[in-house]
Nanobody, 116 residues
Framework: QVQLVESGGGLVQPGGSLRLSCASS????????MGWYRQAPGKQRELVAT???????NYADSVKGRFTISRDRIKNEVYLAMNSLKSEDTAVYYC??????????WGSGTQVTVSS
């Protein structure tokens, strides 16, 4: 079973930046897709960004040009660099590992609050 641990969340002013990290207990190359999702209060969890085993990257329209997903296969970590943060980016951010038929795994989340 994959263990995912997120870190890097916090309070930041509008226009600021944060970098989230997701540490995986096993090789991230074992997952077909690694991704970041978020859930704001009263809203459904939504996709933020994903990166496939082949390196194909997908972003939600709302974060394109501001967020960047990346990975380190040696450290087994996935990152989300977030720039030009807005109040509507406030949410709990979750790391996800999609292993297809072998399961879908979530971290416990890290809070990101964008406020002045």
């Amino acid at each position: 079973q994959v263990q995912l641990v997120e870190s890097g969340g916090g309070l930041v002013q509008p226009g600021g930046s944060l970098r989230l990290s997701c540490a995986s207990s096993e090789s991230i190359s074992e997952s077909y897709v690694m991704g970041w999702y978020r859930q704001a209060p009263g809203k459904q969890r939504e996709l933020v960004a994903t990166i496939s085993i082949g390196g194909i990257i997908n972003y939600a329209d709302s974060v394109k040009g501001r967020f960047t997903i990346s990975r380190d296969r040696i450290k087994n970590e996935v990152y989300l660099a977030m720039n030009s943060l807005k109040s509507e980016d406030t949410a709990v951010y979750y790391c996800n590992a999609d292993k297809r038929t072998l399961g879908n795994y979530w971290g416990s989340g890290t809070q990101v609050t964008v406020s002045s």
